[in-house]
């Protein structure tokens, strides 16, 4: 079998060959699929995998801009359209100096099984810049998405593919990005979720993500006859998952203590409650602070220039960004007795840390199943723009909730071990891919 993995990840490098994050991505995924595909070879005759490798389409483009001193500024655009078997391609949009088109692929990639583990007809996509919002006034943000979506706008459509945020674009980034391009198309669809609510976007998707995650942590921990109360939780990154992440940990009755940016983390050893997180929405959505300033705010540590691993907890949220937690921080982790771990962000765990959670067999759950509570929402917002209606809280949060529910269902289903573990990235990975694969093999060589 490992000379089986072995070999198609050579064929898949040797066509990438500069796109360290994508090849993660896919070996992660092969390594568990392709045992199954030994066992079910009609996915194997039809080159099922190798085909989902190969993004449909990969868009690239300049986006040239006028900042306030006008001065030109150029940055790189791009959107890749992953795969659309089992519907219009959906996926985040990325505003980070770190975008390139490996990151976006291993994220197109991720997304195309996390779509299809929500049970929504939604296929893969994934785009962004390396635009860096970080200082830069309203007015540069809007002459910035203006450009963008200029050139983004013969590409997407409510049935062809609908972009939502991602790491620096929030809901200011998508009003701008929204009307560009009603603007230039003369219409009002559902391009793009994560809309404002008065205007087509639907309640609960700024919660979904973070709490979506909390919800699949919840029910993990029950197959142990655990709960989040009275748990010690360590977060990272303090963004739109982060923080409500940590809402629906105090709901929960868990006690937060830790949050990051990309400076460093911040130690509350009496936990962040209500109020504190009040504050640190303020700081990070309005004021667009660090968040050493709670630290200063409240008479707390801030360790600068470090990841909050190493802080004791019970459980562990990694919602920052892919590869923030290795091989030693995930040592650190079970060392210090933490018995689940659950990803907000996309594949924030190096392989070599995935490979200690699972030894040691604590309760880790992959991005793809664990954070899909943000594009199930956003799966029921394009669904809410067809209808012209819009649910109220409790029906979106009890339609959020029973998506977290089946997905935990189907990666017992396809994750658990001849010992009773259940292996979540395995379940996850086949669970995702069965749906798809089905799909693509339904619709022929296209
Ligand atoms: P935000 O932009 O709201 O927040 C990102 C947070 O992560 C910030 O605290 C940021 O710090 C920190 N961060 C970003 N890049 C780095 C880096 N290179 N090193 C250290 N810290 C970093 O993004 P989101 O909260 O939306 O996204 C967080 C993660 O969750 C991402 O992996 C994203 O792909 C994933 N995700 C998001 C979903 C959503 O609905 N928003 C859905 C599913 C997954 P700083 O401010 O200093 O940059």
């Given at each position: 079998m490992d000379a089986l993995v072995k070999e198609f990840l050579e064929k898949v490098t040797l066509r990438n060959p500069h796109e360290p994050e994508f090849l993660q991505a896919v070996q992660e995924v092969a390594e568990t699929i392709i045992p199954y595909l030994e066992e079910n070879p009609k996915y194997k005759k039809a080159k099922i995998l190798d085909r989902m490798v190969e993004p449909e389409r990969v868009l690239m483009f300049r986006v040239p801009w006028l900042n306030d001193r006008n001065e030109v500024e150029v940055n790189r655009g791009f959107r890749v359209q992953m795969n659309s078997a089992i519907g219009p391609y959906k996926g985040g949009l990325r505003f980070h100096p770190s975008v390139n088109l490996s990151i976006l692929k291993f994220l197109a990639f991720e997304q195309v099984l996390k779509n299809s583990l929500t049970g929504l007809p939604m296929g893969g996509g994934k785009g962004g810049s390396d635009f860096d919002p970080k200082g830069k006034s309203d007015g540069e943000i809007m002459k910035f998405c203006q450009s963008f979506m200029t050139e983004l706008y013969r590409h997407?459509?409510?049935?062809?593919d609908v972009p939502a945020g991602d790491i620096g674009v929030g809901s200011r980034e998508v009003g701008f990005l929204f009307g560009q391009y009603k603007r230039i198309k003369g219409e009002f669809t559902g391009v793009l979720t994560g809309k404002g609510t008065s205007w087509g976007g639907s309640l609960i998707r700024p919660e979904a993500t973070g709490y979506g995650v909390v919800y699949f942590a919840e029910d993990m921990l029950q197959t142990r006859a655990?709960?989040?109360?009275?748990k010690t939780v360590v977060v990272s990154g303090s963004g739109n998952v982060a923080q409500y992440t940590v809402e629906r940990c105090l709901q929960a009755g868990a006690k937060v203590v830790t949050l990051s940016d990309s400076e460093g983390f911040i130690y509350d050893p009496a936990g962040i409650d209500a109020e504190k997180l009040a504050y640190v929405m303020t700081l990070k959505n309005e004021q667009r602070g660090r968040i050493r300033e709670y630290a200063e705010k409240y008479g707390c540590e801030f360790f600068a220039g470090?990841?909050?691993?190493?802080i004791k907890c019970d459980v562990a949220f990694p919602n920052?960004?892919?590869?923030?937690?290795d091989e030693e921080d995930a040592r650190t982790l079970v060392g210090n007795g933490c018995i689940c771990v659950a990803e907000g962000a996309n594949m924030p765990s190096t392989p070599e840390a995935i490979h200690v959670f699972t030894e040691a067999k604590i309760l880790y759950a992959p991005g793809k199943a664990s954070n899909a509570g943000g594009v199930a929402v956003s799966g029921l917002e394009m669904s809410q723009n067809s209808l012209r209606i819009s649910w109220n809280r409790e029906e979106v949060n009890s339609k959020l909730r029973e998506i977290m529910k089946d997905i935990h269902r189907i990666c017992v289903e396809y994750g658990?071990?001849?010992?009773?573990?259940?292996n979540y990235e395995k379940g996850a990975n086949i669970g995702g891919f069965v749906k798809v694969a089905d799909a693509m093999l339904a619709q022929g060589i296209v």
């Amino acid at each position: 079998m490992d000379a089986l993995v072995k070999e198609f990840l050579e064929k898949v490098t040797l066509r990438n060959p500069h796109e360290p994050e994508f090849l993660q991505a896919v070996q992660e995924v092969a390594e568990t699929i392709i045992p199954y595909l030994e066992e079910n070879p009609k996915y194997k005759k039809a080159k099922i995998l190798d085909r989902m490798v190969e993004p449909e389409r990969v868009l690239m483009f300049r986006v040239p801009w006028l900042n306030d001193r006008n001065e030109v500024e150029v940055n790189r655009g791009f959107r890749v359209q992953m795969n659309s078997a089992i519907g219009p391609y959906k996926g985040g949009l990325r505003f980070h100096p770190s975008v390139n088109l490996s990151i976006l692929k291993f994220l197109a990639f991720e997304q195309v099984l996390k779509n299809s583990l929500t049970g929504l007809p939604m296929g893969g996509g994934k785009g962004g810049s390396d635009f860096d919002p970080k200082g830069k006034s309203d007015g540069e943000i809007m002459k910035f998405c203006q450009s963008f979506m200029t050139e983004l706008y013969r590409h997407v459509g409510a049935d062809i593919d609908v972009p939502a945020g991602d790491i620096g674009v929030g809901s200011r980034e998508v009003g701008f990005l929204f009307g560009q391009y009603k603007r230039i198309k003369g219409e009002f669809t559902g391009v793009l979720t994560g809309k404002g609510t008065s205007w087509g976007g639907s309640l609960i998707r700024p919660e979904a993500t973070g709490y979506g995650v909390v919800y699949f942590a919840e029910d993990m921990l029950q197959t142990r006859a655990e709960t989040l109360a009275g748990k010690t939780v360590v977060v990272s990154g303090s963004g739109n998952v982060a923080q409500y992440t940590v809402e629906r940990c105090l709901q929960a009755g868990a006690k937060v203590v830790t949050l990051s940016d990309s400076e460093g983390f911040i130690y509350d050893p009496a936990g962040i409650d209500a109020e504190k997180l009040a504050y640190v929405m303020t700081l990070k959505n309005e004021q667009r602070g660090r968040i050493r300033e709670y630290a200063e705010k409240y008479g707390c540590e801030f360790f600068a220039g470090q990841k909050p691993w190493n802080i004791k907890c019970d459980v562990a949220f990694p919602n920052a960004t892919q590869n923030e937690l290795d091989e030693e921080d995930a040592r650190t982790l079970v060392g210090n007795g933490c018995i689940c771990v659950a990803e907000g962000a996309n594949m924030p765990s190096t392989p070599e840390a995935i490979h200690v959670f699972t030894e040691a067999k604590i309760l880790y759950a992959p991005g793809k199943a664990s954070n899909a509570g943000g594009v199930a929402v956003s799966g029921l917002e394009m669904s809410q723009n067809s209808l012209r209606i819009s649910w109220n809280r409790e029906e979106v949060n009890s339609k959020l909730r029973e998506i977290m529910k089946d997905i935990h269902r189907i990666c017992v289903e396809y994750g658990t071990e001849a010992d009773g573990y259940i292996n979540y990235e395995k379940g996850a990975n086949i669970g995702g891919f069965v749906k798809v694969a089905d799909a693509m093999l339904a619709q022929g060589i296209v």
